[in-house]
């Protein structure tokens, strides 16, 4: 039976030379080059924070080593599968290996998911604090060593958007006023083009972040052109 890589290797045309964790890149027709290298720029090479809403350009930010995904919080069982799920997907996208294992102890290329109540959001970020879902990383020179998420109850669907940040997405999709007619789990939440789960969009987004042509720490004049090479490269399925 064929697995979801031999399928991808399937359809890859022969032109193509991008490749990551051992897939060649492919998308659908309708992506253009320019569309999609405004995208890749909008969320992986421009960064918003919270005290500095932006955008700016920023660097390229990743991980480079295997990751340790594991949860916490009262309802973290009940999202156990789903964990799972994203964690596979997202083994498949960077080509690093991301293993979820809910008990591990441990400080370095980890990423805890923490699922709290309301209570427990306002006592972490203030009374006044209107935050349902917030990621924060840190690392060194680009190297991503640590993330940690938390998703207020009731907005886990919130889960593959914040996965996205953790994983080195600094900022969030525009939607129509970029120009770029893209769906993303990266859009704003109430909008048209939010997905919950990761768009055909944030896949390629993904998978050229973590092409090893791009560097951690590379700036954005220099990362741009290296990840303009790259989409010249992702043929079409």
């Known amino acids: 039976m064929l697995g979801r ?3 991808l290797l399937g359809t890859a045309s022969l032109a193509a030379t991008s490749i990551v964790g051992g897939i060649p890149l492919v998308r659908a027709a309708g992506i253009n080059d320019q569309d999609l290298l405004k995208f890749f720029d909008t969320l992986a090479l421009m960064r918003t924070t ?5 955008p700016r350009p920023g660097k390229v930010r990743k991980w480079t080593k295997p990751v340790i995904v594991r949860s916490r919080g009262a309802d973290a069982a009940a999202y156990r ?3 799972k799920d994203l964690v596979e997907e997202t083994s498949d996208l960077t080509g690093l290996h991301f ?3 809910s008990g591990k102890r441990t400080s370095d290329n980890v990423i805890t998911v923490y699922f709290v109540s309301e209570a427990e959001m306002k006592q972490i970020y203030g009374p006044e604090s209107r935050s349902v879902c917030f990621t924060h990383t840190r690392g060194r020179a680009g190297e991503l060593r640590h993330g ?4 207020r ?3 886990e669907d919130c889960l593959h958007h914040e996965f996205m940040h953790a994983l080195g997405f600094d900022n969030h999709w525009p939607g129509p006023k970029s120009g770029v007619n893209a769906s993303s789990s990266l859009a704003h939440r109430h909008s048209a083009e939010r997905t919950q ?3 055909e969009w ?4 993904i998978r050229m972040l973590y092409h090893p042509r791009l560097q951690p720490g590379s700036p954005r004049s220099r990362a741009l052109s290296d990840a303009a090479e790259i989409v010249s490269e992702i043929a079409y399925a």
């Open 81 to 83: 599968d789903t964990m």
């Open 153 to 155: 109850k009731g907005f």
């Open 5 to 7: 890589r031999d399928v």
């Open 50 to 54: 919270q005290s500095d809403p932006g």
């Open 148 to 151: 940690r998420i938390r998703l």
């Open 99 to 101: 293993k979820y294992a």
């Open 197 to 199: 789960g990761y768009s």
């Open 202 to 205: 944030d896949k390629l987004a």
